[in-house]
């Protein structure tokens, strides 16, 4: 979804960093191979993951939502040396191409990969992060985040995606619409947590940024 004009989302893009050529090849593969492929956080979202990873510097980061791989390859941008990725797929079906490319990329060796229930797999992850990128099932939104908050270090950051869901958080709910109602839970809460402090940025389809005190 475009908040600006599509022009002007245009030129935002082509003066930003340009996407890199395995994240290219990675993107077209997606688009190609992988049902709904527009989950996929793709050229300028990517870039800003990666320099959001590069400020912060974490030498351990967490992701919900793998997808095929394209974030954490992003997010892995910014790790230090010997630093580390865990990340976290219900969807055993894509792990070849999420390992295909991890592999092609200087960062295989600093991701994790995980395939499960995330609810059940980060009680078992027994590290301090630094970075937590949440892109999952947006229902379980509020669940991840009582399930990391406490795995955060002091200044350590919260990165939520979707959270503006297509403006369906500005609509009439439907009962059983369990994302929205699910998101716009999760958005008060961040909102109101004393844990952390969090801005909202109104790009693609919203990007929380909250971090840890």
């Not at 990675?26 to 050229?43: A, D, F, I």
């Not at 510097?57 to 939502?65: C, D, R, S, V, Y």
């Not at 910014?78 to 999420?98: A, F, K, M, P, R």
């Amino acid at each position: 979804m475009h908040f600006i004009p599509e022009s002007l989302d245009q030129y935002v893009v082509t003066h930003s960093e340009k996407e890199p050529e395995l994240l290219q090849q990675l993107h077209r593969e997606t688009y190609l191979k992988v049902l709904q492929p527009r989950m996929l956080s793709g050229h300028y979202q990517g870039r800003l993951l990666s320099i959001l990873s590069k400020l912060i510097q974490p030498k351990n980061i967490l992701e919900i939502g793998t997808y095929t791989g394209y974030s954490a390859l992003c997010l892995a941008e910014g790790l230090q040396q010997d630093g580390t990725l865990d990340t976290i797929d219900i969807n055993e079906e894509l792990e070849s191409l999420q390992q295909k490319y991890f592999k092609l990329s200087p960062y295989g060796k600093h991701i994790k990969q995980h395939i499960g229930n995330a609810t059940e797999i980060i009680p078992m992850l027994g590290k301090q992060f630094d970075l937590v990128f949440i892109d999952a099932d947006k229902p379980n939104y509020p669940t991840y985040f009582e399930l990391i908050i406490d795995k955060i270090r002091p200044g350590g950051v919260i990165l939520s995606d979707n959270v503006l869901w297509s403006g369906k958080v500005l609509e009439p709910v439907k009962g059983d619409d369990l994302s929205t109602n699910a998101l716009l839970t999760y958005n008060k809460l961040l909102a109101e947590d004393k844990r952390i402090e969090t801005v909202v940025l109104p790009i693609r389809d919203g990007l929380t940024i909250s971090r840890v005190i």
